[in-house]
């Protein structure tokens, strides 16, 4: 199954990519921008064909693929249907966050799909506690009863059952929070109840086989598929994400995690073939490996949309300030120096992303 994982792992990673660029793609077209180029994938092109003012092409190397506007770089400001040329707000500031909307309109649909099939989603609700649970409510104590809902953890929403865990671990300190104290929000009975300062201790429970394990002592429930849950679920899947991409930037600086935790995207094909060999046979490995792409695809909307260097979020609030800056000088900013910082941004972008690529590989050779 490695070699068809790897190899289906490539084509849903690009076509992830590919629907960002498709996004662009559209919202030019529709505006009247000059597109002088959609090509999928990269390299030499395999073959092209040109359909009017635009060179459409599928390219050698299976990765992303790009849609090149007249004037993107700040030339051609003399040509009206250059994209520098473009209204900035409703034109050039839609066509550059049409690429990550489309990702997240492409999670929505992946983790559908994943969904469908399942006869039950598990949700962040208590269902049953052990024997002598210490974490459960008593006449004395407040704590956790079944039925509970979890709704949020030291301020983090909690929309699937996992992000409970996340958010545990996103708000852990053992040194400045030795007793593991969190303040939770649950819905019980129809009203919000609140936690304040709950210590959630693990203890020792036995297991089936007369070993034992450190876990919190209750277990979260499921619901049955329906039209509702099922869109429930997927929303929730999608908000879930994003919010994943906050906590673990949050992580990252503040020191919790580290660039070496971060995957380019042989790192994301090499995950995407390791959940798929993990799975029991290949229709739950293709099931997993879209539930994996609709976590890429969020993460790259996301992403794109945050102001980082070359990518689009960037580039959206360089518009934006070039806007702000004319409006007070009643002066035309060149658009050639828009694209000198869009084209530096995009070299560290490249540079930074050749590192990670580089220690991906290192990291799969070394097992």
Same mark, same amino acid.
């Given at each position: 199954? &490695?070699?068809?994982?790897?190899?289906?792992?490539?084509?849903?990673?690009?076509?992830?990519?590919?629907?960002?660029?498709?996004?662009?793609? !559209?919202?030019?077209?529709?505006?009247?921008?000059?597109?002088?180029?959609? =090509?999928?994938?990269?390299?030499?092109?395999?073959?092209?064909?040109?359909?009017?003012?635009?060179?459409?092409?599928? %390219?050698?190397?299976?990765?992303?693929?790009?849609?090149?506007?007249?004037?993107?770089?700040?030339?051609?400001?003399?040509?009206?249907?250059?994209?520098?040329?473009?209204?900035?707000?409703? /034109?050039?500031?839609?066509?550059?966050?049409?690429?990550? !909307?489309?990702?997240?309109?492409?999670?929505?649909?992946? +983790?559908?799909?994943? @969904?469908?099939? /399942?006869?039950?989603?598990?949700?962040?609700?208590?269902? =049953?506690?052990?024997?002598?649970?210490?974490?459960?409510?008593?006449?004395?104590?407040?704590?956790?009863?079944?039925?509970?809902?979890?709704?949020?953890?030291?301020? $983090?929403?909690?929309?699937?059952?996992?992000?409970?865990?996340?958010?545990?671990?996103?708000?852990?300190?053992?040194?400045? #929070?030795?007793? #593991?104290?969190?303040?939770?929000?649950?819905?019980?009975?129809?009203?919000?109840?609140?936690?304040?300062?709950?210590?959630?201790?693990? /203890?020792? *429970?036995? #297991?089936?086989?007369?070993? &034992?394990?450190?876990?919190?002592? @209750?277990?979260?429930?499921?619901?049955? %598929? =329906?039209?509702? =849950?099922?869109?429930?679920?997927?929303?929730?899947?999608?908000?879930?994400?994003?919010?994943?991409? %906050?906590?673990?930037?949050?992580?990252?600086?503040?020191?919790?995690?580290?660039?070496?935790?971060?995957?380019?995207?042989?790192?994301?094909?090499?995950?995407?073939?390791? &959940?798929?060999?993990?799975?029991?046979?290949? *229709?739950?490995?293709?099931?997993?490996?879209?539930?994996?792409?609709?976590?890429?695809?969020? #993460?790259?909307?996301?992403?794109?949309?945050?102001?980082?260097?070359?990518?689009?979020?960037?580039?959206?609030?360089?518009?934006?300030?070039?806007?702000?800056? $004319?409006?007070?000088?009643?002066?035309?900013?060149?658009?050639?120096?828009?694209?000198?910082? /869009?084209?530096?941004?995009?070299?560290?972008?490249?540079?930074?992303?050749?590192?990670?690529?580089?220690?991906?590989?290192?990291?799969? +050779?070394?097992?």
């Amino acid at each position: 199954m &490695t070699a068809f994982s790897i190899i289906f792992g490539i084509i849903l990673f690009s076509l992830l990519i590919f629907i960002h660029e498709l996004g662009h793609f !559209t919202a030019a077209k529709s505006f009247g921008v000059q597109v002088n180029e959609f =090509s999928m994938f990269m390299g030499p092109a395999l073959w092209k064909k040109q359909k009017g003012e635009t060179l459409y092409a599928i %390219r050698l190397i299976p990765f992303g693929g790009y849609c090149e506007m007249e004037g993107e770089n700040g030339d051609g400001a003399e040509n009206p249907r250059s994209f520098c040329a473009a209204a900035w707000w409703k /034109q050039r500031v839609i066509i550059l966050v049409a690429g990550p !909307t489309m990702n997240l309109l492409a999670g929505l649909v992946l +983790f559908a799909i994943f @969904f469908a099939p /399942q006869q039950r989603y598990n949700v962040p609700v208590v269902a =049953s506690m052990e024997p002598n649970c210490a974490l459960a409510a008593t006449d004395t104590q407040p704590g956790l009863m079944v039925g509970d809902r979890i709704l949020e953890v030291d301020g $983090e929403k909690v929309y699937m059952y996992t992000d409970f865990n996340l958010a545990l671990t996103a708000h852990t300190n053992t040194e400045k #929070n030795p007793e #593991n104290r969190h303040d939770l929000v649950l819905l019980r009975d129809g009203k919000k109840v609140r936690l304040d300062n709950f210590a959630m201790q693990k /203890q020792e *429970y036995p #297991n089936e086989d007369g070993t &034992t394990t450190l876990r919190y002592g @209750f277990n979260f429930g499921s619901v049955e %598929r =329906s039209f509702g =849950s099922l869109v429930s679920q997927t929303w929730r899947a999608c908000l879930s994400n994003v919010q994943m991409v %906050r906590i673990s930037l949050k992580m990252l600086f503040g020191g919790q995690a580290s660039v070496k935790d971060l995957s380019g995207p042989v790192g994301i094909v090499h995950m995407m073939t390791e &959940t798929a060999n993990q799975s029991s046979n290949l *229709y739950y490995a293709l099931l997993n490996m879209i539930s994996f792409g609709g976590l890429i695809t969020v #993460n790259l909307g996301v992403m794109n949309l945050l102001p980082i260097p070359g990518l689009d979020g960037a580039r959206a609030v360089g518009v934006l300030l070039t806007a702000l800056v $004319e409006g007070i000088t009643r002066k035309k900013v060149n658009p050639k120096y828009e694209g000198y910082i /869009q084209s530096a941004g995009t070299l560290v972008l490249f540079a930074l992303l050749g590192i990670i690529m580089f220690k991906d590989v290192i990291q799969i +050779f070394k097992g």
